[in-house]
Structure formats: structure tokens, C-alpha cells
T-cell receptor, first 114, second 114 residues
Framework: DTAVSQTPKYLVTQMGNDKSIKCEQN?????MYWYKQDSKKFLKIMFS???????INETVPNRFSPKSPDKAHLNLHINSLELGDSAVYFC?????????????FGEGSRLTVL | QQQVKQSPQSLIVQKGGISIINCAYE??????FPWYQQFPGKGPALLIA?????SEKKEGRFTISFNKSAKQFSLHIMDSQPGDSATYFC?????????????FGTGTQLKVEL
């Protein structure tokens, strides 16, 4: 039974389109995150939610909008996709604040913008 | 912007050899230093972490060495095996303008050859 699951695993789309990635965790954690991993494998936090409230919002274009319908789900919607958005997006969750304890990552959603 | 500097970028080790990956950081919010391991097509997973009231932590073949005065820490993999081939990330809870965040190093691709 997957702890952090995200869908879809692969997304291929055209520039200008809108797409969403969904994430669910069954670990009972209060905090969830979105990370972006670029082609050089650099991992950077985008958003952090604690119990459905936005805690961290890095300098991410406002075309990216996270939504947390409940504390087990954190979705990412991206408007007007650009070539530079191509990356692997990871959802993660943690029992405590991410800088203090273990992060549990999903398997990633590879987004390719053509 | 504060960073976690990780080296080397890539590493090739013979089976049975010792793999050493180094990280250096700036100012941390507190002392918690994890290492994450990522296999191709998977999300990162916590490998080992240290809260440095000690200078070293060992779990099986994996050891973290920590030098607080130098603000450096390293991962040693003893008796490296082909199954250890993966990308390794160090991380540190850096103090940033946007709050305290777990910041990842740039990653080290380890290949263990037979």
C-alpha cells in the first residue's frame, strides 16, 4: 500500500495548456509538500501545507497553484505551461516540519512541455 | 541565497570500496542533517540522519561524520555494492529570508562497478 501516491506519473503536453497533478498520503501526516526536480536533479521546495494551510510558498510563478482539500491530499495545478516547467514534480509528506524530520516522497510526476 | 554545497557531482567506486560524499553548509536553524538516496524513476528516501549531539552516526555500512566547527558533514559508504548505485542528497535546515527550510545539496551520482 503506497504511502505517498501521485498521479499521473507522466504528463506530456503543449505549451500554453493547463495541467494538474494529484497527491494523496495515507500516513496520517499533517504536512505535505511539492518539490521540483530539474534536469540536473536539483531538488527545490515549491510549497508546503500544514493541515490544509499554506506554510511555505517559494518564489514560484503564480501559474502554479496548490490546493489542499483535506490534510491527506495536496494537488498542484499549473496554468499556461511553459517549456521551463518541464521537470519531475514530487509530492512529499512529513509528521513534523520538513527541516526536523523524515520526508516521505512519492514516485514523482514527470512533466514534459513541448 | 544560502546553499548546501555537495561534492563530488559524480563518483565511480569499485565494488567493496569506500564511497565518500561531502557537504558544507552555512547557517542552520538547528542541528538536523539527513541524507536521502534516490534510485532512477523513484522519489528520494531517507537513508540516514544525524542530530549532532554526536560527531558520528553509523547504520550498517552507512556512516555520517559531522564537523560542527567546520560546518561540514559527510556520508561514508563502506563495502560499496552495485545496489548502492543511486543519487545521494545531503540536506540541512538553513535559515533563509523566507523562514527555515530544508535545503538540499546538488546531489552526487554514485556508480559502483563490479
Amino acid at each position: 500500500d503506497t504511502a505517498v501516491s501521485q498521479t499521473p506519473k507522466y504528463l506530456v503536453t503543449q505549451m500554453g495548456n493547463d495541467k494538474s497533478i494529484k497527491c494523496e498520503q495515507n500516513l496520517g501526516h499533517d504536512t505535505m509538500y511539492w518539490y521540483k526536480q530539474d534536469s540536473k536533479k536539483f531538488l527545490k521546495i515549491m510549497f508546503s501545507y500544514n493541515n490544509k494551510e499554506l506554510i511555505i510558498n517559494e518564489t514560484v510563478p503564480n501559474r502554479f497553484s496548490p490546493k489542499s482539500p483535506d490534510k491527506a491530499h495536496l494537488n498542484l495545478h499549473i496554468n499556461s505551461l511553459e517549456l521551463g516547467d518541464s521537470a519531475v514534480y514530487f509530492c512529499a509528506s512529513s509528521q513534523v516540519w520538513e527541516a526536523a524530520g523524515e520526508l516521505f516522497f512519492g514516485e514523482g510526476s514527470r512533466l514534459t512541455v513541448l | 541565497q544560502q546553499q548546501v554545497k555537495q561534492s563530488p557531482q559524480s563518483l565511480i567506486v569499485q565494488k567493496g570500496g569506500i564511497s565518500i560524499i561531502n557537504c558544507a553548509y552555512e547557517n542552520t536553524a538547528f542541528d538536523y542533517f539527513p541524507w536521502y538516496q534516490q534510485f532512477p524513476g523513484k522519489g528520494p528516501a531517507l537513508l540516514i540522519a544525524i542530530r549532532p549531539d554526536v560527531s558520528e552516526k553509523k547504520e550498517g555500512r552507512f556512516t555520517i561524520s559531522f564537523n560542527k566547527s567546520a560546518k561540514q558533514f559527510s556520508l561514508h559508504i563502506m563495502d560499496s555494492q552495485p545496489g548502492d548505485s543511486a543519487t545521494y542528497f545531503c540536506a540541512a535546515p538553513l535559515i533563509t529570508g523566507g523562514g527555515n527550510k530544508l535545503t538540499f545539496g546538488t546531489g552526487t551520482q554514485l556508480k559502483v562497478e563490479l
